[in-house]
């Protein structure tokens, strides 16, 4: 686990080096193009690094609130969903985190799920109010357990810190083609030939840069993500000992039609599965947040002898025919022979959609701070939060009851 952590940071340092590097040949190039002055170019890389260091200052300090809160995402207490906080607290003491993550509920009907934390000691895992009434207890377990070794491998550090810079370069590419096609009235040119000629060779330089740097970053910043989805896989199978939960969970969730609307470009890798449903749009895959669903369910199903890293791998190259290495080849030597464990539940109840549409509801209810008060004719009342009176009459039987429920 240790050395999958390390390497896990070694690549991201790696990442960010090369990100770096572009984002200051990017403020190079553009700096001598646009800027007239002789030391233009590195007036650039000022403003390029200037701009990736405040937004990586920000992130660092605020990108968790401000992911959640765009998420919708509702901080809850055991209350509102026992089963939820001790799956949590079931893969924390598993995976050895040194802190319990604050659980959030985010309102939605799409199932989904997505962890955040520039440090395991301050993560949060925000799962979403479809998936809840969806999953079996050993789908939960698999999803929470899939968040939390991203958590534990630190890949929402990296997610957030890679997007950063991947943004900062977007950012630079827009407005210096925005500048070239656009131009301010105001703006003069050097009426000499060839300083003009020298500037036109740079501004097209500058324009192929500017189109062709957000992509290859963010070609590469995939690439790299989805890779790790399946590091988060190999890792959330070592800590439930039981792939079929997992396998059971990616199925249902590919199975499902609502759209998640809290969802966006930004936030899509950070998700358990795709939210954007362009997936089996993608060319080549080459532009998707996410690997195949279907090909993570093959390797789970795959895996026979035991949840250790070196079963997975084998599973990996069996479904996808290479010889790709996802685990660390340290990691791969050490057979730790951990056993599958059984099913909680032999017989898993099925609920059917009415079921999962009334649960759904009552757990969106809760998450928005709705009381539930139940007569004695069986009927549950759905109380909001801001009703002032201190009684009410039940709908069916016509009973007065009074409101004695603390609904804060």
């Avoid at 924390?92 to 997505?114: D, Q, S």
């Avoid at 093959?298 to 026979?304: E, G, Q």
């Avoid at 080849?329 to 599958?340: F, G």
Wanted: aromatic content about 8%; proline content about 5%.
């Amino acid at each position: 686990m240790w050395e999958l952590i390390r390497a896990n940071k070694r690549k991201s340092i790696l990442l960010y080096l090369c990100m770096w590097g572009c984002l200051m040949l990017i403020g190079f190039v553009f700096g001598s193009s646009y800027i007239p002055a002789q030391n233009g170019a590195f007036i650039g890389i000022f403003f390029a690094i200037m701009l990736s260091v405040i937004l990586t200052l920000f992130s660092y300090f605020a990108a968790d609130s401000v992911i959640l809160s765009i998420s919708n995402a509702k901080e809850v207490n055991h209350d509102v969903h026992p089963q939820l906080f001790n799956v949590v607290e079931e893969m924390k003491i598993a995976g050895g985190l040194p802190k319990m993550p604050k659980v959030y509920i985010i309102p939605e009907t799409a199932p989904n799920a997505f962890a955040t934390g520039m440090k395991p000691e301050s993560s949060s895992i925000a799962i979403t109010a479809g998936l809840l009434a969806k999953l079996n207890r050993d789908e939960l377990q698999g999803v929470v357990a899939h968040e939390m070794s991203h958590i534990l491998n630190r890949d929402v550090q990296f997610v957030t810190l890679a997007g950063i810079l991947l943004g900062s370069i977007t950012i630079i590419s827009e407005v210096f083609l925005r500048s070239i096609f656009f131009p301010n009235s105001s703006r003069r040119y050097n009426s000499k030939s060839s300083e003009s000629s020298g500037r036109g060779i740079s501004l097209i330089i500058g324009i192929f840069f500017a189109i062709l740097a957000p992509i290859m970053a963010r070609l590469f910043y995939l690439a790299l993500s989805r890779k790790r989805e399946y590091l988060a896989d190999a890792s959330a199978v070592r800590l439930t000992r039981y792939p079929e939960g997992l396998a059971s969970a990616l199925e249902k969730i590919s199975q499902s039609t609502e759209n998640l609307s809290v969802a966006n470009k930004i936030t899509a890798p950070m998700y358990f599965v795709n939210p954007l449903k362009q997936q089996g749009m993608q060319i080549l895959n080459l532009t998707s947040t996410h690997p195949p669903i279907t090909e993570r369910i093959k390797i789970l199903r795959s895996i026979s002898k035991g949840v250790d890293y070196t079963n997975y791998q084998k599973a990996y190259s069996t479904v996808t025919g290479g010889t790709n290495v996802i685990i660390p080849v340290s990691e791969l030597k050490e057979t730790n022979n951990i056993p599958i464990r059984n099913s909680f539940s032999l017989k898993q109840n099925e609920s059917s959609k009415r079921e999962d549409t009334r649960k759904i509801g009552d757990l969106i209810m809760a998450v928005n701070n709705y009381a539930f008060l139940e007569c004695i004719c069986g009927l549950k009342i759905k109380i909001p939060p801001d009703l002032k009176n201190q009684k009410i009459s039940c709908p069916r039987c016509k009973r007065e009851l009074e409101i004695n429920i603390n609904k804060e």
